[in-house]
């Protein structure tokens, strides 16, 4: 049995140890993280080590102050000293502007209204407010941005990223041209179009093949007929039959 935490899958190539570097992770949250973290990154900026980071991964709320700062990174200059020249037109303003804005909200509903899911809404909230048309190619090579969501279709991390988006159970696109406006909201995977039809429909017949060749339909239909059962009982109070 293995002893380490972490295995390497076969095809991985072997990179040796961690190496000593710096990551900040910004966690979810909705807008409170995104307030949040834009102050941390303000505060990394200021003590100017916001241009030594190699890689900033993020979710959910976060993911929304990494790829602005992803997307802003070639225009600053991480002098402190111009701080309120760059970092706080480039990067502050935008998000306290969008911060402003109640967007999920009315998304939903007009999403359950209207034809078009929740999430393209949103998508095209944060394209008007903050993105653009900018796609993951848009974010520099260096630090590299991770975009973290879960895809719901596969139930597994789904990871987006300049170089590839991913996970480990419908495989890995190089390069992809996905608006960071659609990766930040979260549209994630199979179950967004992302991949290709054919890989979606290939998921679902595995999933409908793991289910019929499973204990899940017997156990299914026993509780079943179990609930019937009772219901044809009489009912009785103190082991007495009810009148």
Request: glycine share 10%.
């Amino acid at each position: 049995m293995p002893q380490d935490p972490v295995q390497n899958i076969p095809g991985d190539a072997l990179a040796g140890g961690p190496q000593p570097a710096i990551g900040p992770c910004l966690s979810g949250g909705g807008y409170r993280a995104m307030v949040f973290h834009l102050g941390a990154l303000w505060r990394l900026y200021d003590a100017g080590l916001l241009r030594t980071v190699n890689r900033i991964s993020s979710v959910s709320g976060g993911s929304i102050t990494a790829a602005l700062l992803g997307l802003k990174w070639p225009k600053l200059s991480f002098d402190p000293a111009r701080l309120q020249s760059d970092f706080v037109p480039e990067l502050v303003q935008p998000i306290r502007s969008l911060a402003s804005e109640t967007i999920d909200a009315e998304a939903i509903i007009l999403g359950v209204l209207l034809p078009g899911r929740a999430s393209d809404r949103v998508a095209a909230a944060y394209e008007q407010h903050l993105f653009g048309s900018a796609t993951l190619q848009d974010l520099p090579d260096t630090p590299r941005f991770v975009i973290n969501a879960t895809n719901v279709q596969s139930g597994v991390l789904w990871r987006f990223s300049k170089v590839f988006m991913r996970d480990y159970r419908v495989g890995e696109v190089k390069h992809p041209t996905v608006p960071i406006a659609r990766a930040v909201g979260r549209v994630v995977g199979v179950s967004s179009g992302i991949v290709a039809g054919r890989a979606a429909r290939r998921s679902q017949l595995v999933h409908t093949q793991l289910w019929r060749r499973s204990a899940a339909p017997a156990v299914h239909d026993q509780g079943h007929l179990e609930r019937r059962r009772r219901l044809r009982q009489p009912r009785t109070r103190d082991g007495l039959e009810a009148v």
